[in-house]
């Protein structure tokens, strides 16, 4: 099944990772990243997304393969999300928002999709989006079962392993998810700005 609400939760992706900059106030970018992982089921292929984060001038970001990272607070609570994206054309493409809780060494994180409060991880894949837009046919899948390690935060990088089984949202399909592997320049949230963490909120709040 589609959804629109989907789409809103990755506007506000959109729109909290464009805060990211040079202080230029036109554009900026990030060290290079990548994520990648291969999935079957109800869908099937490989994801590869490696580049540089971009925001452009219209305070978007520009639609081309990157991967990055960055901390968050909420009500005292920081949270470590992981942002991708990889172009399937002009207008949309496939994303992934993991959030884990506050990690600073190697740890093993299980994601558990019955667990919904603000400590637990959350990884939400996203296909078919058009991230500018407030509304669209987006694919929403999240991790139901898995196990996601991180196997180094050091020198500005967090780097891991993922793999697990994904269910659609409001819907029934699932996909199994093998090989899932990450490595990403690590920025704060000052550098983010402070919208940096609405994203994940959404992305949470459409599951609760």
Do not use: W
């Not at 939760?9 to 990243?33: E, K, N, P, Q, V």
């Not at 920081?78 to 993991?98: C, E, K, R, W």
């Not at 000052?190 to 992305?203: E, H, I, M, Q, Y």
């Amino acid at each position: 099944m589609k959804t629109k609400h989907l789409a809103a939760a990755l506007a506000a992706a959109s729109i909290a990772l464009s805060a990211c900059g040079d202080g230029t106030g036109s554009s900026g970018t990030t060290a290079s990243g990548s994520l990648s992982f291969d999935y079957s089921g109800a869908r099937s292929g490989s994801y590869r997304a490696s580049g540089t984060f971009q925001r452009t001038s219209d305070s978007t970001f520009a639609k081309q393969p990157f991967a990055v990272g960055a901390r968050g607070t909420v009500s005292g609570t920081t949270f470590v999300d992981l942002l991708s994206y990889q172009p399937v054309n002009a207008q949309t493409g496939h994303m992934v928002l993991i959030e884990l809780p506050n990690v600073t060494a190697p740890a093993t994180f299980s994601l558990n999709g019955s667990c919904d409060t603000d400590d637990c991880p959350l990884a939400g894949l996203v296909f078919d989006t058009d991230p500018s837009a407030s509304e669209d046919s987006s694919d929403l899948y999240f991790f139901d079962t898995g196990t996601l390690q991180v196997t180094s935060v050091s020198s500005g990088r967090i780097r891991g392993t993922f793999s697990g089984t994904a269910t659609q949202f409001l819907g029934e399909q699932t996909i199994t998810v093998t090989n899932g592997t990450f490595d990403v320049p690590l920025v704060s949230q000052s550098f983010l700005g402070t919208r940096g963490v609405s994203a994940t909120a959404k992305l949470r709040a459409t599951r609760s």
